[in-house]
């Protein structure tokens, strides 16, 4: 059996503060800072055989923290990265709905947000597989029993609902929390996944 521990990064400002913030590279801020240090204060006696980090900054100070109760070199996924909003980054919500009002509407419209991509970005569907395709990249790499992956919202929430195969838009019904352990166990002989813990945050 292999446990998998999927680490959102700590917060940052555009976490707070109304921000599309997508896979624009930022740091975190005094807040996710501590974040960081709980999370890996946790996870110091914890045997970890390998870690895998999103290439952005917010993603890589977190997993800095959790590494230095460990002597591990973590490998650096650009595709862990979170979802490309695209114009929308970088943007206050307030904007986006001003600017983007008649796009919004139209994909309301269509009932299709899940295949639509944002202005200059991704779709969800494309983040999606684009999540899953690393994922399982890695699960097939790995041989060792515990797995740390340090990455974003978005990309969990694409794993839980891959493995749990409902409806994207029940997403919205459950959170992804910063610095919260999302567990997961991958029996290789069954080739099945199972959601062991979601958004634990008992250190925080």
Not at 86 to 103: I, L, P
Not at 161 to 177: E, G, N, S
């Amino acid at each position: 059996m292999m446990d998998i521990y999927l680490i959102r990064h700590g917060q940052t400002d555009a976490n707070v503060s109304g921000i599309y913030q997508g896979n624009m590279d930022v740091p975190l801020n005094a807040k996710g800072v501590k974040q960081a240090e709980l999370i890996a204060w946790r996870l110091r006696n914890m045997a970890i055989d390998n870690v895998y980090v999103s290439s952005l900054k917010r993603a890589m100070d977190t997993c800095s923290a959790i590494l230095e109760y460990h002597d591990l070199t973590p490998v650096i996924e650009p595709d862990l990265q979170e979802i490309s909003l695209g114009d929308w980054q970088g943007k206050s919500r307030a904007d986006v709905k001003n600017e983007y009002a008649d796009y919004i509407e139209e994909r309301k419209a269509k009932d299709d947000a899940h295949t639509t991509p944002f202005p200059g970005g991704e779709s969800f569907a494309n983040f999606e597989k684009r999540a899953t395709n690393i994922f399982y990249d890695i699960l097939e790499r790995q041989n060792g029993n515990n797995i740390v992956i340090v990455t974003h919202g978005g990309i969990i929430k694409a794993l839980v609902r891959h493995i749990l195969d409902f409806d994207p838009k029940k997403a919205r019904d459950y959170d992804v929390y910063n610095t919260s352990i999302t567990r997961l166990r991958y029996d290789k002989q069954k080739d099945r996944l199972k959601l062991i813990t979601l958004n634990d945050v008992a250190h925080l």
